[in-house]
């Protein structure tokens, strides 16, 4: 599986940079996690529904699960939870990913690496 992303450089250009493997799998999980519900032409049913969950102050702990099912099938292990130990307002999960090649990935969803990430380096809570 090859994903093409945007890389934020030191001097804050942009390059677009192909990803590969495990990588791929993470930048692909990560741009369903930014994407809203319904924002994307060709995957209408992925992303969250964020403006509705900071509304209504509901966590969309629905359409994570939704999301978890669909990366079953690339990895041996994914499980996305909610982390009820930060204190502030903002929503915050654990993510825990186990790759097939046995290989283990973990973070929490307000603190994602943003150099895979076409929205630029993480600022804030989500």
């Avoid at 804050?12 to 990560?30: D, E, F, H, P």
């Avoid at 992925?46 to 509705?52: E, H, I, N, R």
């Avoid at 307002?89 to 895979?116: A, E, M």
Wanted: proline share 3%.
């Amino acid at each position: 599986m090859r994903v093409w992303t945007r890389q934020f450089q030191s001097d804050g250009t942009r390059k677009w940079v192909a990803v590969t493997g495990n990588q791929a799998i993470i930048a692909w999980l990560q741009n369903n996690l930014l994407l809203q519900l319904g924002e994307s032409p060709f995957y209408a049913d992925k992303g969250l529904p964020v403006t509705q969950s900071l509304i209504s102050r509901i966590w969309p702990d629905y359409y994570l699960n939704q999301l978890q099912e669909f990366f079953r099938d690339y990895v041996s292990t994914i499980q996305i939870t909610r982390d009820t130990s930060v204190v502030n307002d903002g929503l915050s999960y654990k993510i825990l990913v186990i790759f097939k090649d046995g290989s283990l990935w973990t973070q929490g969803l307000d603190q994602f690496n943003q150099s895979f990430s076409q929205t630029g380096p993480y600022h804030g809570n989500i």
